[in-house]
C-alpha cells in the first residue's frame, strides 16, 4: 500500500513549452534540496470508484514543549519511549490529502509553502510523482488556516499555485483568521500565523466558498466541524459508492500521545479543553465505525485506523 514516487521528477507534460516562472523556481528549490530531501512515501487506496492518495509536505521541526507542556511527565515520557519520538525534537510528517474521482481533483490543504519551515514546502514535487499538475486541481478544501495547512497557497512571487482551482473553508475559520483582531488577541507565540494567515487569505478573498457543519461541500465530501485545535477545525467524510473514509486535519495531531492520550489536553491545540473534547469523540467514533482515517501529522503517510486499547487507542497504519 505504500510506495516511493516511481515516476521521474520532471512528468511529460512539463518536456513541451517554454519553462515557466514557476517550473524555474521549482526545479532551483528542487536541486538546492535534492540531497536533503526524506523518503516520500504517499499512501493509497481506492474508496469506491474514487482514489484516495496522501502527498507529502515534507515534515516539521518542533520542541516537544510545544506538544506536550503541562502533560503528566512519567506518563507521557513512556509513551513518547514506546514511539521512539525524541521529546526535544518531534518532527511530524505533512500528509496532505488527494482525493480524486471521474469528475474532479480535490486537495485538502496545501502544505506550507517556501517560507514556513526548510523540511516542509514539498507539495508540488510530490504532486508531479503523483502525476499531478497544479492546473488539473479542481478544488481546495481547507482543514484550517495554521502555516502547514494555508501557506502553500502563494508561490514565491504570490501568485496562486493552483490557479484553476475553487477554494472552500469553514465559515468559522474564515471569519477567525479574517478578523483584524485576531492578531492582536491569539497571543505572542501564534501571532505570526495570524498575520500570515489573513495575507493569504486576502489572495482569494474574492473567490473563496464558505460553509457550515454538516454540508456536503463537494459530491461525496460531507464536512464535520472539529474544533478545539483552531476555533473552525474542520474534518470531511469523503463516500463514493458503500465506502468512507475521514479527513481528519490536525483535529488528531500525531499517533502518539493524541492516540494513547486523547482526553488529555494539548498545548498545540489553540482551546486545549475544546480540542480534548473533540478528539475524544471522534476517536470513539473513528474506532467504532473502524472508519479509514486520514491524519496530517500521522506517520507512515498518515492513512490507517484507530484501534482500541486497554487504556487509550493505537494507529493502525494503512
Ligand atoms: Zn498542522
Redesign the pocket.
Known amino acids: 500500500m505504500f510506495r516511493s514516487p516511481a515516476r521521474p521528477i520532471t512528468s511529460p507534460h512539463r518536456l513541451s513549452g517554454a519553462l515557466s516562472r514557476r517550473q524555474l523556481l521549482r526545479s532551483a528549490a528542487a536541486a538546492s534540496l535534492a540531497p536533503l530531501l526524506p523518503q516520500r512515501l504517499v499512501a493509497e487506496t481506492a474508496i469506491g470508484s474514487a482514489r484516495l492518495t496522501t502527498v507529502s509536505d515534507g515534515n516539521?521541526v518542533l520542541p516537544g514543549s510545544f506538544l506536550f507542556a503541562g502533560m503528566p511527565e512519567e506518563e507521557l515520557a513512556q509513551i513518547l519511549a514506546a514511539h521512539h519520538v525524541d521529546p526535544a525534537r518531534v518532527t511530524?510528517e505533512?500528509n496532505v490529502t488527494l482525493w480524486q474521482d471521474e469528475t474532479q481533483t480535490v486537495l485538502f490543504d496545501v502544505g506550507s509553502g517556501s517560507t514556513f519551515m526548510e523540511s516542509a514546502g514539498l507539495l508540488l514535487d510530490s504532486l508531479d510523482a503523483a502525476g499531478v499538475a497544479p492546473d488539473e486541481v479542481t478544488a481546495i478544501v481547507f482543514t484550517?488556516a495554521?502555516?502547514?495547512?494555508l501557506w502553500g497557497l502563494l508561490d514565491d512571487f504570490d501568485d496562486l499555485v493552483f490557479p484553476q482551482a475553487r477554494y472552500l473553508m469553514g465559515q468559522q475559520e474564515w471569519d477567525y483568521w479574517w478578523d483584524p483582531e485576531t492578531a492582536r488577541t491569539i497571543g505572542t507565540a501564534r501571532q505570526a500565523f495570524a498575520v500570515g494567515a489573513r495575507r493569504r487569505m486576502e489572495m482569494i478573498e474574492d473567490r473563496i466558498e464558505r460553509f457550515g457543519d454538516g454540508e456536503e461541500i463537494l459530491p461525496g465530501v460531507a464536512a464535520m466541524l472539529t474544533p478545539g485545535?483552531t476555533p473552525g477545525h474542520m474534518s470531511f467524510e469523503l463516500r463514493s459508492g458503500s465506502e468512507a473514509a475521514m479527513v481528519i486535519?490536525?483535529a488528531i495531531?500525531n499517533d502518539h500521545v493524541a492516540f494513547a492520550r486523547p482526553g488529555w489536553e494539548a498545548n498545540s491545540d489553540q482551546d486545549p479543553t475544546r480540542g480534548a473534547q473533540t478528539r475524544s469523540a471522534l476517536m470513539d467514533r473513528l474506532a467504532q465505525e473502524q472508519m479509514l482515517l486520514i491524519g496530517?501529522?500521522l506517520s507512515q503517510g498518515g492513512m490507517g485506523r484507530a484501534e482500541k486499547t486497554q487504556d487509550g487507542y493505537r494507529f493502525i497504519p494503512a
Open positions: 516539521l511530524p505533512c484550517h495554521h502555516p502547514d495547512h485545535h486535519g490536525d495531531g496530517f501529522h
